[in-house]
């Protein structure tokens, strides 16, 4: 069965396909069993990825080869990203940003925008704070403003960061944000109150 | 180039490969250039659909012409659907309802709900009155409370309706509510202010 994936990845594709740029896309945290890269690869774009876990690259080749498809995916820390500035007309982190704090979320943006041609664009989303897991104990330990942490069965810490409305605008000074999209995704199967609120940032950098 | 097709079909797509009924759908408001029962018939869903307009039905006749598909769109009302009770295991209005009166739309979804089979889930999409939209003299003259009409060119009157929170709630009554998701996307484009809310509603008929 052909998959069906995140949302956000579809209004992006359907940005990128208007802009004249040669068709070379970028994932930051690009691992994991279904690799966004591939719907970018049946469009014809060069993929390139980064992912700082090799459990989750070694999961995405697995989905490549099934596939047919070279999506290559290296490992690498979006914070230092292991590219020369301007290498692409699109970038995007979709679902992981979410994992670094928010300093280390500036630093892997301002990296983002390195690498970004000028005239390309970049999408990054972000979990809000008006999520109803907000300071839920499932997220662990506060340890700093919407930044979460627990310590999970590997003994790994897994870090989560939420967002206010307007917020993320700071990671983008000097860039042009031309569309914000807030989705407000109310689960009403639950018994208990389960709302999941995502922001989606769509920037260009100037050329 | 393959069509990237409005967000919320993705959306009900992956709900409705997860339920075990035939594979057999139902779209009220069918027609135009881009028929959305094409990302359906990819799927292997056995697809009908219904449209008002005999223009939006030549339209979508053509892209299945060209595409080699057999879509099943033919000339209906919504307010009456021609098919027999339970006839569909799904049944979606993607961008069509708001351009009936509420009264209208609450006749309409009655109609869905009855041609639904048990089990089976329905999909409504609805303007939102906290669209930047809401009230600007572009939409016409207010004919009722959220509703709006103009005259056009050819001297057809064009109707938009626009809903606030939990205002759809009422057409849905005796069945159960899965999900609402509330999407507010802001152009950063342009000079004015230009927000499109849309509020969608899956719904599903108990067994």
Known sequence: ??????????????????????????????????????????YGYETHGIDISLHAIAASEKFALEQGMKLNIIKGDMRKIPFDDESFSFVFSQNSICHLTKNDSMMAIREMVRVLKPGGYLLVDFMSTESSYFGSPSLGEEIGNGEYQYIDDDGDRVLHCLHSDGEPDKYFTGMKVTRIVKTISQNLNRQARDIDVRLEYYVTKSI
Chains 1, 2 share one sequence.
Request: hydrophobic content about 45%; overall charge neutral; glycine content about 8%.
């Open 1 to 42: 069965m052909k998959t069906i994936w995140p949302l956000s990845l579809y209004r992006f594709l359907k940005l990128t396909e208007q802009i004249e740029l040669e068709k070379k896309i970028l994932d930051c945290g690009a691992g994991g069993p279904l690799p966004p890269l591939a719907l970018f690869h049946d």
